[in-house]
DNA sequence: TCCCAGGGGCATC
DNA sequence: GATGCCCATGGG
């Protein structure tokens, strides 16, 4: 008999526009969507798991379908993360009803929550590995990279990738991670972020403790390989915070040029401007920018030419 | 051929 | 602090 746990489902919650983020048309090798669930393996505490999330109606319901899951806070508390599910989103609706341009993302996307990153040092693997390259071709580096080096778990017909560990990536040569494709930069900052895990340098825990999101942004900038816009997406991502916002990310400008006319480039300042009014809840804004530039699965991106 | 992708580091002034 | 260049590859 498989464990099984029942986690209510709060309101202003679509399962179903997070399994649409979680599937879009991308291969992210990190979990895997089945119809109306997503399965999905990690390691905990030494341990690895097959996890699958359904939907009965009132419920998300977690199948635990290979390995054992004995920390069940842990669970919750993951899951918790990754769909963002003890918040309260109506203030967010309300302040996207005062811009006559962006009310129509809550018509739109309602129920739409932020789906993170929980695993820290995966995130920023991730950050790295996705600096100024299309989506496409980050997750197939991304691909590659996991099942070369992430733990195996078959369960059924598929197999299923567990994120390296720090100490899988530390010790490899700058050449070695080039052979995945990406530059020399991008497979040092990989193998110096591995190293700080290792040590204990960076984790999450450190940065969770830090008072506020500027102090993180700025603890986080001095790694190497990360700057602005990797520091913003990882507090976005990784810690639930609300007010990041990636300057200069060609998704929030390509949303902000289709919505409102905002210029793509050279635009700080207006960019700044939309966003000032979103105090408290940038990070939302920023999510449901990106999930514009995106109507169904399968269709591609909306952008018109300049 | 050129420019752009969910950038960042570095040299240079 | 701002500016320009480099990185590597795929797609339009």
Redesign the pocket.
């Known amino acids: 008999m498989s464990q099984k746990y029942f986690i209510p489902k709060p309101s202003n919650f679509s399962f179903d526009e997070t399994l649409w983020f979680l599937d879009?048309d991308?291969d992210d090798v990190s979990h895997t969507v089945i119809g109306r669930t997503v399965h999905k393996a990690f390691r905990h505490k030494g341990k690895s798991c097959l996890i699958e999330i359904g939907d009965n109606g009132t419920d998300l319901v977690i199948t635990v379908l290979k390995g054992k899951m004995e920390d069940q806070d842990f669970l919750f508390q993951y899951i918790n993360e990754w769909f963002d599910l003890d918040r309260d989103i109506r203030p967010f609706y309300k302040l996207l009803r005062s811009d006559k341009d962006l009310a129509i993302l809550e018509k739109k996307y309602k129920g739409l929550r932020i789906v993170g990153i929980p695993d820290f040092f995966e995130l920023l693997c991730?950050?790295?590995i996705?600096?100024?390259?299309?989506?496409?071709?980050?997750y197939?580096i991304k691909r590659r990279l996991v099942e070369r080096f992430g733990e195996k778990l078959r369960f059924g017909q598929r197999e299923y990738h567990v994120f390296p560990e720090p100490k899988d990536i530390m010790n490899l040569e700058v050449e070695e991670l080039?052979a995945f494709?990406?530059?020399?930069?991008?497979?040092e900052?990989l193998i110096g972020i591995a190293g700080l895990f290792y040590s204990g340098q960076l984790s999450k825990e450190k940065i969770s403790t830090l008072p506020s999101e500027e102090e993180m942004l700025s603890e986080l900038?001095k790694?190497?390989?990360?700057?602005?816009?990797?520091?913003n997406?990882t507090i976005m991502?990784g810690f639930r915070a609300m007010n990041g916002v990636?300057y200069?990310?060609?998704?929030v400008?390509?949303a902000l040029f289709n919505l409102k006319g905002i210029p793509?480039?050279n635009n700080r300042a207006e960019v700044e401007a939309v966003f000032q009014k979103f105090e408290g809840w940038k990070t939302y804004l920023v999510f449901y920018l990106?999930r514009s530039?995106r109507n169904q699965v399968g269709l591609?991106?909306r952008?018109p030419k300049d």
């Not at 996705?130 to 980050?138: E, H, K, R, S, T």
């Open positions: 879009r991308l991730w950050c790295v996705g600096q100024q390259i299309n989506l496409d071709f980050a197939t080039k494709q990406m530059t020399g930069k991008k497979a900052y900038m790694v190497r390989g990360i700057g602005e816009w990797t520091a997406y991502k990636p200069g990310d060609s998704g400008n390509n793509k480039k990106w530039l591609a991106p952008m």
